[in-house]
């Protein structure tokens, strides 16, 4: 009887043992395994109240990058807003990486492809992917040209379709997009693919990367109506190289400004003048500078059209803010968009410094390309804008004005 309680006592001992090592294993199992859309975590972490720093890693292999666009750059028809992105020039056409520049959650991922003309079908283009760094931080990191293992090994189901037949200003293809959400774990430094030059279908070279910082914690500027906008990140736009501190800051902020093509050496244009990332609101209340929209903007059927043409905007250029420019989507001037950067006056109606513009009952012009623009500032909300012939004169008169509002 002795001998039976100590062989089954032995092997009971046995089994214990067998499940406390397979307990622990499934504990490494769990704890090292990326998350994925089957593993979701219940929140992220809070973010500490400063966050310079947060970031530790160059999101991007840096030697090969010539230039970072600020914060704030304009192209109508489709940034007739100041653009709340940073673009990226290289001098190489060879793969760039990029990485993960903090511990973080990539908790969505868009697919964009690209239409073949003579198949018809889409193609896989680029990739983009939201990282969450903490609750409320969201990177975006846009148009990887090749995904890392990271992101194929725990690539998660389409759970949210496809849009197809998407037509952008400055692309020379047909778009369709695939979302995906994830909760993919990464650590900073992590290896998450490649972006590059790509050949246009003129023969120029475009790379296609860039960046976003989203800040929700941070409340909007109380002085913007932002349900004209349509988007709930461009209120919370911050710059993205402060979030990293010491060399690391100073190594992206060095390469802030263009590589202008009217010089004949392609010369670095360096911003100089604070702030040196870029500004995206430039709107100031009382004056015509900022972003202005056609009257009834709200209630318009398609919303998702970026490059709807009633948009019109009295900015300052995103590389010498002593420049001043007018970006114009279209709508007053027959359907064509363009834009002009120009050194502003301080005095008189003819291209009279925006912020500078109140409402006084006159009537200002500015000097646009092949004609002029007449405006007039009804009140803090309402604008008066016309196109016409001809160069800007010390009286001038409305004919047809068109009625913007923000």
Not at 69 to 77: A, D, I, K, M, S
Not at 113 to 137: F, H, M, N, P
Not at 372 to 388: N, P, S
Request: hydrophobic share 35%; charged share 25%; aromatic share 12%.
């Amino acid at each position: 009887m002795i001998f039976v309680v100590q062989l089954i006592m032995k092997k009971l001992k046995v089994v214990l043992i067998v499940v406390f090592l397979l307990l622990i294993s499934l504990a490494v199992f769990l704890k090292t395994r990326p998350p994925s859309a089957d593993n979701p975590l219940s929140s992220y972490p809070k973010c500490p109240g400063d966050l310079a720093g947060i970031l530790t890693v160059p999101l991007i292999e840096l030697k090969h990058i010539t230039s970072i666009t600020p914060l704030g750059n304009l192209n109508p028809p489709g940034h007739t807003s100041p653009v709340d992105h940073n673009y990226f020039s290289v001098d190489t056409d060879n793969k760039v990486p990029v990485y993960a520049p903090a511990d973080g959650w990539i908790t969505d991922l868009v697919v964009i492809l690209a239409k073949d003309e003579k198949t018809s079908k889409y193609v896989d283009r680029w990739i983009t992917l939201d990282i969450e760094i903490c609750q409320g931080l969201k990177l975006t990191l846009a148009n990887l040209t090749e995904a890392s293992s990271i992101l194929k090994d725990n690539w998660p189901k389409n759970d949210n379709g496809c849009k197809y037949g998407i037509n952008k200003s400055g692309h020379d293809f047909t778009e369709g997009q695939c979302y995906y959400h994830s909760n993919i774990k990464v650590r900073a430094g992590d290896f998450l693919g490649y972006t590059q030059n790509e050949i246009n279908k003129d023969g120029t070279k475009s790379f296609g990367f860039e960046i976003w910082a989203a800040n929700y914690n941070q409340s909007p500027p109380a002085n913007i109506d932002w349900s004209f906008y349509d988007d709930d990140r461009y209120a919370h736009i911050m710059c993205t190289f402060d979030l990293y501190t010491g060399s690391l800051k100073k190594q992206f902020y060095d390469k802030l400004g263009t590589v202008d093509s009217k010089f004949t050496d392609s010369s670095f244009i360096k911003r100089t003048i604070e702030p040196i990332c870029g500004t995206v609101n430039q709107n100031i209340v009382g004056t015509i500078q900022g972003m202005w929209f056609g009257e009834g903007w709200k209630n318009r059927k398609d919303k998702n059209n970026p490059e709807d043409s009633r948009q019109f905007s009295f900015l300052h250029w995103n590389i010498d803010p002593t420049y001043a420019e007018i970006g114009n989507a279209g709508e007053i001037s027959n359907g064509q968009p363009d834009q002009v950067t120009f050194l502003p006056n301080h005095s008189g109606t003819i291209d009279r410094e925006p912020s500078e513009v109140k409402a006084d009952n006159k009537i200002y012009c500015y000097n646009f390309r092949d004609g002029k623009i007449l405006t007039q500032l009804v009140d803090d909300r309402h604008l008066r804008l016309e196109y016409q012939s001809g160069f800007c004169e010390r009286s001038e008169t409305f004919k047809k004005y068109f009625n913007y509002e923000r």
